[in-house]
């Protein structure tokens, strides 16, 4: 562990309501922890040096957690490991499967946000893809050996105004496939139990 006392809150946000989640988290965690909070995008983080813990979160993209957090999770594993970590995700939906109860790290999940397969036991096509080993393709391994204190799966936001039309276009697919609708789906009541969860355990 590192002896600095200073918090990181990291984030990558489209549409601003990933950026919203990280600076309530940001304030939950500093009242209640006491310690100086930094809030940043992450391509405005340079390195993890002032920092004791570090919270990251991203919106998940095109089925996947989106590639900017896969890549700081990857770029930075070995400062993470030797820090007090927590992460979060913001979307539309996660089809809860048998890795969800044997994750290697604890889980808190928006009740809201987790869907049943519709055939218990079958994955459809589309339901393989909004899965927690899909999702995290790229970070699972690594996330298991970082030991976070917590990965939070929030309901995010989707607002068509804010997006491109090819992405809309993506989104409309999305949406008729998943039946996701488009709305502000965060519930902060449970992102402030998370958080105060999160700040407890980093004092
Ligand atoms: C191009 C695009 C692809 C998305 N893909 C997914 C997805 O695969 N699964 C999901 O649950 N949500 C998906 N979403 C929804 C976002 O994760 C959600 O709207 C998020 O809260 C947006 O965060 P932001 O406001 O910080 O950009 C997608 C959104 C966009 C714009």
Redesign the pocket.
């Known amino acids: 562990m590192t002896n600095n006392s200073k918090i990181l809150v990291t984030y990558v946000?489209?549409?601003?309501?990933?950026?919203e989640i990280a600076r309530f988290i940001a304030q939950q965690v500093e009242q209640a922890s006491r310690a100086a909070v930094d809030v940043l995008p992450m391509s405005e983080v340079s390195s993890l040096e002032p920092y004791g813990a570090v919270i990251t979160g991203g919106?998940?993209?095109?089925?996947g957690w989106h590639p900017q957090a896969q890549e700081f999770v990857t770029q930075y594993q070995a400062q993470l490991k030797k820090r007090k970590t927590a992460f979060f995700v913001?979307?539309?939906?996660l089809i809860k499967t048998a890795e969800c109860d044997q994750s290697p790290f604890p889980l808190f999940l928006d009740a809201n946000f987790v869907r049943q397969p519709s055939r218990p036991g079958h994955l459809n096509a589309l339901e393989k893809q909004?899965t927690l080993p899909n999702y995290m393709k790229d970070t699972l391994p690594i996330l298991a050996e970082i030991h976070p204190l917590s990965v939070g799966f929030f309901g995010?936001?989707?607002d068509m105004q804010t997006?491109s039309s090819v992405?809309k276009m993506?989104?409309r697919v999305?949406c008729l496939l998943t039946g996701a609708k488009p709305g502000d789906y965060r519930n902060w009541d449970l992102i402030q139990t998370w958080a105060g969860q999160v700040a407890a355990n980093l004092a």
Do not use: Q, V
Request: hydrophobic residues 50%; proline residues 0%; charged residues 15%.
């Open positions: 946000s489209k549409s601003g309501s990933t950026a919106f998940l993209y095109r089925f913001a979307g539309m939906g909004m995010g936001k989707l997006l992405e993506i989104l999305i």
